[in-house]
């Protein structure tokens, strides 16, 4: 077997990285994502992964491949939104390519060689930007019908309660949405409105204050639905969220309260290949 190529298509930055035979990093690199220009997007990749060489090529993409176009669907970089990305680069980089939904990528990393590794289900879930999520059954990515398996992020937020409203608006013409409280930006617009001050995600991680109270205890709701949905034996965290150390003790205290069950045997984890992730879970797409 020769090498596999991962590729993270972000919405700032591009990421290549090989692994051999042997599941080892062998080459890393990254570049900044050409914004809004489509054809920049495809030269960008396909000069990355001439640097790097031969092999066969996975690509984690924000949103999907539209199960009925073929054309790309769901991607906040909305410039990929309609176009053939598949048939695009697999013309530019003459081979094959697979593409998978970058949330996938990250729950495919971890369900392998992570921190979901040995488990039977596992749930990858996105607090960055946004919210999102990928379900990895005995190793394999389940894209689902609609290649939306694990999209939990633009589900309404369980039992809203007068904390919770107005319902948030969010970019998918939705209000309500999961994203629109457990994304960053969602978490700084929550503490705007509390009180009234416009503070990045991090300074009101540090904080430490009732805004983070607020989140914990939404993302044990949130989470909880999707335990009795899925029922998986790890749900593992990604993004920038993920770092927020007091989430792996206090989701699944709160959480028993939502889950449909006497034990909850479900443990919340942090990721063990961090931001790697994404282009690792890429590079294990042809395993
Ligand atoms: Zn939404």
Redesign the pocket.
């Known amino acids: 077997m020769g090498l596999r190529i991962g590729i993270d298509l972000g919405g700032t930055k591009i990421e290549a990285l090989a692994l051999d035979a042997a599941g080892r990093e062998v080459i890393r690199k990254r570049i900044p994502s050409p914004r809004r220009d489509y054809a920049a997007t495809i030269s960008a990749i396909s000069s990355l992964v001439s640097e790097v060489g031969e092999g066969s090529v996975g690509i984690g993409i924000p949103g999907a491949l539209s199960q009925v176009t073929g054309l790309v669907k769901n991607a906040n970089s909305t410039w990929l939104i309609g176009q053939p990305l598949k048939e695009d680069l697999e013309e530019a980089l003459g081979r094959p390519v697979k593409l998978e939904n970058d949330a996938n990528c990250f729950a495919l990393s971890e369900a392998t060689d992570g921190a979901g590794k040995g488990a039977a289900v596992v749930f990858g879930v996105i607090l960055g930007t946004g919210v999102g999520g990928g379900i990895v059954v005995n190793c394999k990515v389940l894209s689902g019908a609609n290649a939306i398996a694990g999209e939990w992020?633009?589900n309404p937020l369980p039992l809203p309660s007068a904390q919770d409203l107005p319902l948030p608006d969010?970019?998918?013409?939705?209000a309500g949405?999961i994203?629109?409280y457990l994304s960053g930006p969602g978490l700084a617009r929550d503490h705007e409105l509390r009180t009234g001050r416009r503070l990045p995600p991090e300074e009101i991680v540090s904080l430490g204050d009732q805004s983070l109270e607020r989140y914990v205890e939404r993302l044990a709701r949130a989470l909880a639905s999707a335990i009795n949905l899925l029922d998986p034996e790890v749900i593992v965290l990604g993004g920038g969220m993920s770092k927020v150390g007091r989430l792996y003790t206090e989701v699944p205290r709160l959480w028993r309260r939502y889950v449909f069950s006497d034990h909850v045997a479900t443990r919340l984890a942090p990721p063990v290949h961090g931001d790697s992730s994404g282009v690792r879970g890429a590079a294990r797409l042809w395993d």
Do not use: V
């Open positions: 992020g633009h969010c970019y998918c013409g939705r949405c994203e629109t």
